[in-house]
């Protein structure tokens, strides 16, 4: 996954069921993205971080992102290269 696909990736991008995230959108040839699978360890991970999100913000919507600035709204973080 590239760096600039972690930092504006939602929620609704995660598929916790087929263990997979969905990515670039934009770069793959029909616009659907391309399916990254992804281990049990991290489905683990993400839905923990994701329990964390919504103990803080409530309900998890999906068109929020994953890594999120808590600055009074949500948006991506800049993630340092």
């Given at each position: 996954?590239?760096?600039?696909?972690?930092?504006?990736?939602?929620w609704l991008?995660?598929?916790?069921?087929?263990?997979?995230?969905t990515?670039?959108?934009?770069?793959?040839?029909?616009?659907?993205g391309?399916?990254i699978?992804?281990?049990?360890?991290?489905?683990?991970?993400?839905?923990?971080?994701?329990?964390?999100?919504e103990?803080m913000?409530?309900?998890?919507?999906?068109?929020?992102?994953?890594?999120?600035?808590?600055?009074?709204?949500?948006?991506?973080?800049?993630?340092?290269?």
């Open positions: 996954m590239r760096i600039d696909e972690a930092r504006i990736l939602q991008q995660v598929d916790f069921d087929a263990n997979h995230i990515a670039g959108r934009a770069k793959s040839l029909p616009g659907r391309r399916q699978p992804v281990t049990v360890a991290l489905v683990a991970t993400l839905t923990q971080y994701r329990a964390r999100q103990s913000l409530g309900a998890v919507q999906p068109d929020w992102y994953v890594f999120w600035c808590p600055i009074g709204y949500n948006r991506s973080i800049r993630l340092a290269r």
